[in-house]
């Protein structure tokens, strides 16, 4: 049997994240995003987040910490798995996965929801038409190609025998798809808590499955508890990639 345990986590918040709540508020088009996806760096309060998470790390007990890493190839997410392990003291594997990089939104990527009603008036369309799980931009992946990523990574956790307890730093909309599968969820279910708990920077999901178990339950889900007990910043910024979701969560988008 492979891992019994999964620490999900969403890096720390990031130069994107801020860039596109400025794109957000100002009403602009272009998300003025520092650089190409994989290479956008932790803002300053996300360095903050990714070493509270290794103190945190630190105080579990040494039986209950991951004894491997998996982690998005992205910059923002090996940052915080690095970090957080420097601050913990854990000297573990870290595996870089491109399956758990952030969702590629083709033609649409760096826009926000203006932007693509503007430019794109068709893509705009064919969000509406298919919704925010199967849509797939010019170019791009709907959260269902995500699934399919996903479900190759678990069958890769499953197959290896030395690791039980393993940390996984995502993105939000990877981290959800891990709760879709695992938890056998359908559209709707995994589309609701979407739309009402915004996966926090930083935060703590635990999936866990007994010895002689097939599935997975869900144990712990976005906990922010131990940024919040070392004073450091809660921050639900979405990233670029799912930006155009946030006026479709509000209603704006259908």
């Known amino acids: ?41 932790l803002s300053p309060t996300g360095v903050e987040q990714a070493r509270a998470l290794g103190r945190w790390l630190a ?52 826009l926000t929801t203006a932007g693509i009603r503007r430019r794109y008036p068709e893509e705009a369309e064919r969000r509406e038409w298919h919704g925010k799980f199967y849509y797939r931009p010019s170019g791009g992946e709907s959260w269902a190609d ?54 926090r920077n930083a935060a703590v999901t635990r999936l866990v499955r007994e010895e002689d178990a097939d599935g997975w339950t869900l144990a712990e889900f976005n906990s922010a508890d131990h940024l919040r007990d070392r004073g450091v910043p809660v921050t639900t910024q979405h990233s670029p990639s799912d930006e155009q979701a946030v006026e479709h969560e509000a209603g704006e988008v259908r």
């Open 1 to 41: 049997m492979g891992a019994t345990e999964l620490i999900l986590v969403r890096h720390g918040e990031s130069l994107g994240n801020v860039a596109a709540a400025q794109a957000r508020q100002s009403g602009a088009e272009v998300i003025d995003v520092p650089a190409r996806d994989a290479d956008v760096e």
């Open 59 to 110: 105080e579990v007990p040494a039986a209950d910490r991951p004894d491997a890493v998996w982690s998005s190839p992205f910059r923002r997410a090996h940052e915080t798995a690095r970090t957080a392990l420097d601050v913990a003291g854990l000297d573990v594997p870290v595996r870089l996965d491109e399956r758990l990089r952030d969702r590629d939104l083709g033609i649409t990527d760096t």
């Open 146 to 199: 995500i699934a399919l990523r996903v479900r190759s990574l678990l069958a890769d956790l499953e197959r290896q025998r030395r690791h039980r307890r393993v940390l996984v730093t995502c993105h939000d909309a990877v981290l959800l798809v891990f709760r879709y599968v695992c938890e056998e969820m359908d559209e709707a279910s995994i589309l609701e808590i979407s739309r009402t708990q915004s996966v």
